[in-house]
């Protein structure tokens, strides 16, 4: 079952309810939220206040990105504010099965995400515990960015993993995902679809997710009524 992701870093952060009540009644079944620090990636966003505020006004699962050094201290803010899944960094956390812990005892679903040079074969040990692997197919910090080819490759490694290993864990994809992407991701095996700029970069939110999950189930062979 694939399902579309809107992130917000592309929305209107003054319209934030509006712009993610427009792509939930889409089809947007989860709301991305990044989280940047000005440190790991050289961008700075919201933190736990503004999703505290987008608690209040979904009841999609956010599903927060944490693109930040020193997860561990901030994961419990996180949880207070009403976060549903936290996906820390491999490359920002040095002690991630202490992360993963953390996440599990604040009741969130954790996951892990690795930046375009990172392999995946580094979170063999870890994927038991996961809910989700986030494969970044863009280098972290900005929306818009051109989508990385070989991103589709190590997609398709994690999937024949999950097979063999007979794991659960869900595969994310998260930059550059839009209508001349989401078809070969999906058919990697990608079905948690995080979409930003394909979503609110420009005309109707509500339209540009209908279509983007339309041509994402049709990839996956799924009934694009379900
Ligand atoms: C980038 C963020 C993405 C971003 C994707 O660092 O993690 O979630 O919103 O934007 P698009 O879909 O425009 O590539
Ligand atoms: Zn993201």
Request: charged letters at 20%; one cysteine or more.
């Amino acid at each position: 079952m694939v399902e579309l992701l809107p992130s917000i870093l592309s929305a209107d952060f003054a319209n934030l309810a509006r712009d993610v009540a427009a792509a939930e009644r889409g089809g947007g079944s989860v709301i991305h939220v990044d989280v940047m620090d000005g440190h790991f990636v050289p961008n700075i966003t919201l933190g736990p206040p503004v999703v505290k505020s987008l608690r209040k006004a979904t009841n999609l699962p956010l599903d927060c990105h944490l693109m930040i050094y020193n997860a561990n201290d901030y994961i419990p803010a996180f949880a207070e504010a009403g976060a549903s899944w936290i996906g820390v960094h491999y490359e920002a956390c040095p002690h991630l099965h202490r992360s993963i812990e953390l996440i599990l005892d604040h009741g969130m679903k954790p996951g892990v995400v690795i930046n375009p040079a990172t392999r995946v074969e580094e979170l063999l040990d870890i994927l038991p515990m996961l809910h989700h692997v986030l494969v970044m197919s863009v280098n972290p910090g900005f929306g818009g960015q051109k989508f990385i080819e070989f991103s589709v490759d190590k997609i398709r490694k994690l999937a024949e993993i999950r097979q063999e290993l007979g794991l659960k864990f869900k595969i994310e994809v998260d930059g550059g995902v839009a209508h001349d992407t989401i078809e070969r991701v999906v058919k990697a095996g990608a079905e948690l679809l995080v979409a930003g700029s394909a979503v609110f970069g420009s005309g109707d939110a509500e339209k540009n997710a209908r279509e983007l999950l339309i041509a994402a189930r049709s990839a996956a062979g799924e009934n694009q009524q379900g």
